[in-house]
């Protein structure tokens, strides 16, 4: 039987056996770029680890209240750390209340616990505080963290956690199963699969919040305008872009963004076949004729900056200013 996920036999096969063996670890680390399916593994391995009637050993049940009431976070011995808003850091005090939960017995189930997601955005602070229970973890806990990396923490951090890297899924595998889960056409399926480069959850976001796609061909489209602006509109632009608080997270604009600059030069060297916005070939082998190499890959680097600069909460008015007066003109 399989644990319902896209991708990732070789982790589900490790963590079944460690189940199976009863050798399962007091920490585990799931790494890898955000979509790719991190959380999604981490709970179904949670459900495993609890569920009160497995139909085998290593397998969840899925029905039983501890598995429903995983699969939606909110099992009662189930602690979830996350950053409290878009962009916020995981702080020491949600360590430390962690830690005061994670010292009483499990109030139903086998194990209590500890999912820490984006764990690469705990502050200094928080990382170390979290180091004396991975030292010494109390009995009946298993502490679960995500994070895109090992090298965005402590190595302290890593060496005390069993690491699981997950990589994205074929495009073939994905969009397959897009086209037979979600009923996408076979087109568009393949669209979808490229544009999450791979990564499941972002794929599925996609495939059923319609919405999620008209918003990257907005966000496109203001790619295409800001390329053909003046000096004046640009600064008008991330004025509007900074007052306006409805608008959509600044950090997803910049990854589209990114993501089409990078489809650009890779149509420069040669390799069109390997784009990911694929439904925009036409306008990318334009751009490919419009700018030099050296152009676009100053520009991915500036936006891959912004990225940077947006986890650490800078401004951003000033941050879009500086990437708008870099951004070179198209013809």
């Given at each position: 039987?399989?644990w319902?996920?896209?991708?990732?036999a070789?982790?589900?096969?490790?963590?079944?056996?460690?189940?199976?063996?009863?050798?399962?670890?007091?920490?585990?680390?799931?790494?890898?770029?955000?979509?790719?399916?991190r959380?999604?593994?981490?709970?179904?391995?949670?459900?495993?680890?609890?569920?009160?009637?497995?139909?085998?050993?290593?397998?969840?049940?899925?029905?039983?209240?501890?598995?429903?009431?995983?699969?939606?976070?909110?099992?009662?011995?189930?602690?979830?750390?996350?950053?409290?808003?878009?962009?916020g850091?995981?702080?020491?005090?949600?360590?430390?209340?962690?830690?005061?939960?994670?010292?009483l017995?499990?109030?139903?189930?086998?194990?209590r616990?500890?999912?820490?997601?984006?764990?690469?955005?705990a502050?200094?602070?928080?990382?170390?505080?979290?180091l004396?229970?991975?030292?010494?973890?109390?009995?009946?806990?298993?502490?679960?963290?995500?994070?895109?990396?090992?090298?965005?923490?402590?190595?302290?951090?890593?060496?005390?956690?069993?690491?699981?890297?997950?990589?994205p899924?074929?495009?073939?595998?994905?969009?397959?199963?897009?086209?037979e889960?979600?009923?996408?056409?076979?087109?568009?399926?393949?669209?979808?699969?490229?544009?999450?480069?791979?990564?499941?959850?972002?794929?599925?976001?996609?495939?059923?919040?319609p919405?999620?796609?008209?918003?990257?061909?907005?966000?496109?489209?203001?790619?295409?305008?800001?390329?053909?602006?003046?000096?004046?509109?640009?600064?008008?632009?991330?004025?509007?872009?900074?007052?306006?608080?409805?608008?959509?997270?600044?950090?997803?604009?910049?990854?589209?963004?990114?993501?089409?600059?990078?489809?650009?030069?890779?149509?420069?060297?040669?390799?069109?076949?390997?784009v990911?916005?694929?439904?925009?070939?036409?306008?990318?082998?334009?751009?490919?004729?419009?700018?030099?190499?050296?152009?676009?890959?100053?520009?991915?680097?500036?936006?891959?900056?912004?990225?940077?600069?947006?986890?650490?909460?800078?401004?951003?008015?000033?941050?879009?200013?500086?990437?708008?007066?870099?951004?070179?003109?198209?013809?």
């Amino acid at each position: 039987m399989s644990w319902n996920l896209i991708g990732h036999a070789w982790a589900e096969k490790i963590l079944r056996q460690h189940l199976i063996s009863g050798e399962v670890h007091h920490a585990y680390l799931f790494t890898g770029a955000p979509g790719v399916g991190r959380r999604s593994l981490a709970l179904e391995f949670a459900r495993a680890l609890n569920c009160t009637n497995p139909p085998i050993p290593g397998e969840a049940c899925g029905v039983c209240s501890i598995c429903k009431h995983i699969a939606l976070m909110q099992q009662a011995d189930l602690h979830l750390v996350a950053p409290e808003t878009d962009g916020g850091m995981i702080k020491v005090d949600q360590i430390r209340d962690l830690q005061r939960s994670l010292i009483l017995t499990p109030y139903e189930a086998k194990y209590r616990i500890a999912l820490l997601l984006n764990f690469q955005r705990a502050n200094a602070n928080a990382q170390n505080a979290l180091l004396k229970t991975l030292e010494e973890a109390p009995r009946k806990v298993i502490l679960l963290l995500t994070a895109d990396s090992t090298e965005s923490l402590l190595p302290t951090i890593s060496s005390r956690c069993e690491i699981l890297r997950l990589r994205p899924t074929s495009i073939e595998t994905l969009t397959s199963v897009l086209s037979e889960q979600e009923k996408l056409s076979p087109e568009k399926a393949a669209l979808y699969a490229h544009i999450a480069n791979g990564r499941p959850g972002i794929a599925l976001h996609l495939a059923r919040d319609p919405k999620t796609d008209e918003k990257r061909a907005d966000w496109i489209n203001a790619l295409h305008e800001v390329l053909g602006y003046s000096i004046r509109q640009k600064m008008k632009l991330s004025e509007s872009m900074n007052k306006d608080k409805n608008n959509d997270p600044l950090s997803d604009i910049i990854q589209v963004w990114t993501s089409f600059m990078r489809d650009i030069l890779l149509v420069q060297q040669g390799k069109p076949a390997s784009v990911v916005n694929i439904d925009y070939s036409k306008q990318l082998s334009d751009y490919a004729g419009q700018f030099n190499r050296e152009q676009v890959l100053m520009l991915i680097q500036e936006l891959m900056k912004c990225l940077e600069l947006i986890e650490i909460n800078a401004n951003p008015r000033l941050m879009l200013d500086n990437l708008f007066l870099t951004m070179p003109a198209a013809n």
